[in-house]
């Protein structure tokens, strides 16, 4: 036995306790005449205390080559604390040691194991597993374990059955890239890791499994973006003869569920809002409504007058940023550098302060007059001592760009609070969405999403028209969860896959296996997934994904902790058939 | 909405009561005037009632058309059933229609769905979503749900903490072959897909998560053995500062809980016998002990006499079949042949008939007396009415073929009981096993396992002596479970690399992320794997994993559902700077 108590454990009761303590000098305090070492494990900090009074000079000379981060077993009786901690649980005793045995030797490591280190980004991930020694890291694990465990829970008393669905699967290239895995038994073949398990999770509707779930890896070759990892963590939930309706109830229970057993919060039942509605209002498909700033369309209190920009524009539309009067000539100019960024893309930015004694001054003064300042106020809900910043152009382009700076706004304004949580429901979205640059239509879910019912005749003279059972789960500006009511008959999938450019033949060749199931009697089935990375870092009240995955990939993919990807023998490669072509 | 009830939900307390159901149509009877037809849906059967009395033309007519597997939704009235099924839940009442729509039409499916199907092995395999439609392969999966969940409730509660470790990993070519994942990004790199998180969950330990647990898919580019998957469950476990002890001892109580909230079974302390003890009584490391039939070595009491074959044997031992002396010469001549083909491998085989008067009858009566039989029988147990089974010659080989037999016998006569369990830990492993082509020693458990203290000294002089702290968790004859303690000090671990020829350049290659992790303060730890595929089997009372699987790979590791791995696109190949070497 290396400990009868963790170092979390002994309280005021246990004073006069034998105990024996088993973790990691945290720290140590030398005053001469005693010896103090915090003790860490998982579970908290122990003081243990070792004097020239009550220990033996060997014992107490041990104690002073006890360096960070050495392991350590102490056996000894927990005492009162001469002077109480409370900051920690454990801050009323001490254990006065009897006996000290270093369990294994430590070297002075990279960066210092605090909630605040010195480490970089860099050295925390190439010694991740001293990074988790850390309470954050540490914290964030635990936390993600307890959100996995009440899905489970939730999902499970709600009937759905967590069946694992294969890893080494086939590989569709539409849509994302797959990572592939050469076959040594299948000479010349390949698998493909799931992109997510979607068409295996249809297959077990049509095998009548009626409520699905699984907490399952998912495999992007992707060029990693910032916060994106190649490999990401699914709740993937599917469910039979439901409509869009009874998804929505279930997995607004699920949110609602997280958000009370995890952060004690009653939210109450989700706003719903379509697409279009969400486009218009905020400019994105994931807004976040913690705070307001709605857009105001401005086109018809606008462009009547002589300013050539606004008249040219398609779109012409403002947001009113709370108390943001009072920028100086300096601030507003910052704020006009910063929207002309490559990365938000606007031309320039037209403004009205709203002064607090009901008068307006902008920065188009010579075209619009105080009447037509006060009807902007109007649409964008202006208040006396509100900024209004209007932004005109393309309209997705406008929409996308005044979205940005809504955004920046409310983060400058400290409006994006972690502990406030506003879910909405983001539902009728399109079924197609044009790509630019190929002008051709793909799924803006994926190829199995169901269009609306009577919309489908939509699909040769108005693709992008056409609005499908498609839904978003959004969560403080951030997409948790995504779904869609799934085509379940052959012929509408058929239609779909012509529609996204397959030939008949490469739909039979990709997705036969489910084409075929669908004629052997398909439920009318639909579901929703949710990236768990996501959901447990904003439940935890941060954004980054990253210190909530215990060992993440940097953005090159790579694992700097063991160096992988790596190079591997030609032996591998000869019996996997395959060689380098670099 | 689909349904307000499930097909497995009405009672007689409905009666009268308005209800619309979804589901598969399983059968239909047409009596003329009134048809019935089954409604199922994942939750049971529930009998529709149509006849010319009380529904229209129509509807009867349309009933009428409705084929096995077609999906259909009803609404009508839950009504009393004239001739009562007691066999069904719902077996009191039937639903008369008044409404019925077609969702999907089926087509004929290629095997019946009944639980005793017509359907081969192949067929069910291809349409596997049809085949889950079936009682069996349905309840299997849900009780591997159950069981998956019983697992984490039990270790959740333990204050184990499920992490998630990386699937994207690094070859460590040494142990089984590794699946491996080209890197687009990383130019002629792989990753490999992992065959366990070990190195994974012991960075864990040094990194102070003090218990890890996690269900997680592992990985084994094997040649496939027919009850072996390429891809597989494992529950897998991890704990710091423990010893042997505490591990045998959080893990019975696992296997005891599922035991009895799975099974309803209550089993006693379970039994530990060592590995040495386990080959000598059973010629296994994985015992069956629902059943005697232990091993008696007779090398002193039938080495005695002018008998060559057992005077040269390095061993002689025998089993006691129970009341198996009455069979006649021809079953025996049968047996005899039944251990001498290859798969057993046996010369021969000795036979003892200890007859209901006391007396001896044997196949080597020229050799041995009465009074020398008796010993035989004393040495292996045997009863009046036994059959003595004697086989002889290397000691290793020996012990196989009569496990082998020990196996058959107790299959032939019904005492592998599947509803009874008898767990058992084997205990102190040797370290390293002989490989015997190529006159190396490996790993038995995996490089990372501690040997027994005190014993590092003999690797260099008795390397096939030295013990480890490892264990396996058998159940009924399978391993269920295996784990050690494991080396934490990057000393030994060295010792341990050069033992199984690995050079310092190799190990630090490999391996060196774990050894630096030893430097920075590793505590004392050690785990378990539990294979969860053969865990959910043995509890459900079956010993083949397919068909607790739901999408399980063939013997080439195909998936003949989706046609997986297939041949994939140049494109494909060329960026990943791979190109194929047939």
Chains 1, 2 share one sequence.
């Not at 000290?100 to 194991?113: E, M, Y």
């Not at 989700?270 to 994931?286: C, L, Q, S, V």
Request: with cysteine.
């Amino acid at each position: 036995m290396y400990r009868s108590h963790t170092c979390g454990e002994l309280r005021a009761s246990h004073i006069g306790t034998e105990v024996s303590l088993s973790g990691w000098a945290a720290k140590s305090r030398d005053k001469g005449f005693v010896v103090w070492i915090d003790l860490r494990d998982r579970y908290g900090l122990t003081q243990l205390v070792f004097d020239e009074e009550r220990s033996t000079p060997e014992l107490l000379a041990l104690a002073r080559t006890i360096s960070r981060e050495t392991v350590i077993q102490v056996k000894g009786s927990v005492i009162e604390r001469a002077s109480k901690n409370d900051n920690i649980a454990t801050g009323t005793i001490e254990v006065l040691v009897s006996e000290l045995t270093v369990l294994n030797n430590a070297k002075l490591p990279p960066f210092t194991i605090e909630d605040e280190t010195d480490g970089g980004e860099d050295i925390r991930m190439k010694y991740r597993y001293l990074d988790i020694r850390r309470n954050p890291i540490k914290n964030n694990l635990i936390f993600r374990h307890k959100v996995a465990m009440e899905v489970r829970k939730y999902l499970s008393d709600q009937n759905f059955i967590e069946v694992e669905t294969p890893y080494l699967i086939k590989s569709t290239p539409e849509g994302a890239r797959d990572f592939l895995v050469p076959s040594r038994m299948n000479e010349g073949q390949f698998y493909a890791l799931p992109q997510s398990p979607q068409t295996f999770k249809q297959l077990l509707m049509v095998g009548g499994m009626d409520k699905y779930f699984q907490i399952v890896k998912c495999f992007r070759d992707e060029d990693l973006r910032a916060d994106r990892q190649p490999e990401f963590t699914q709740i993937d939930c599917e469910m039979a003869f439901v409509e869009q309706e009874d998804i929505l109830n279930i997995f607004e229970g699920l949110t609602r569920h997280l958000l009370k057993e995890i952060n004690g919060v009653d939210v109450a039942e989700f706003p719903r809002i379509t697409y279009d509605e969400a486009m218009a209002k905020y400019g994105n498909d994931k807004p976040d409504i913690r705070f307001g700033m709605e857009f105001g369309e401005l086109n018809t209190v606008a462009q009547h007058k002589d300013f050539g920009v606004f008249n040219s524009a398609e779109l012409v539309v403002g947001i009113a940023v709370p108390g943001a009067a009072n920028y100086t000539r300096k601030e507003i100019d910052k704020l006009i550098d910063w929207v002309k960024r490559p990365q938000v893309g606007a031309k320039g930015m037209v403004y009205v302060k709203c002064n607090k004694d009901g008068t307006y001054k902008s920065s188009v003064d010579k075209f619009y007059d105080q009447e037509d300042l006060a009807k902007w106020a109007t649409a964008t809900g202006a208040q006396k001592g509100d900024l209004i910043c209007v932004l005109s152009g393309e309209t997705n382009k406008t929409r996308a760009q005044l979205s940005a700076l809504r955004m920046e706004m409310a983060e400058r304004l400290g409006l994006r609070k972690a502990d406030e949580f506003a879910p909405l429901w983001v539902i009728d979205f399109p079924l197609l969405e044009l790509d630019e640059e190929t002008n051709t239509y793909h799924a803006m879910h994926h190829p199995f999403t169901s269009p609306k019912p009577g919309q489908i005749e939509l699909l040769d003279e108005q693709p992008g028209a056409v609005k499908a059972n498609a839904y978003d789960l959004v969560l403080n500006g951030n997409e948790i969860g995504g779904g869609s009511i799934r085509i379940h008959d052959k012929e509408t999938q058929a239609i779909m896959f012509k529609h996204l450019g397959f030939t008949p033949e490469e739909a039979k060749e990709q997705f036969g296996f489910l084409m075929d199931a669908f004629q052997y009697g398909a439920p009318p089935h639909g579901g929703i997934a949710f990236g768990l990375d996501r959901l447990v870092a904003i439940l935890g009240g941060k954004e980054t994904i990253r210190d909530f995955i215990a060992f993440p990939k940097n953005n090159s993919g790579r694992d700097v902790m063991i160096d992988a990807p790596a190079t591997i023998d030609n032996e591998q490669l000869s019996e996997l058939n395959i060689k380098l072509d670099l």
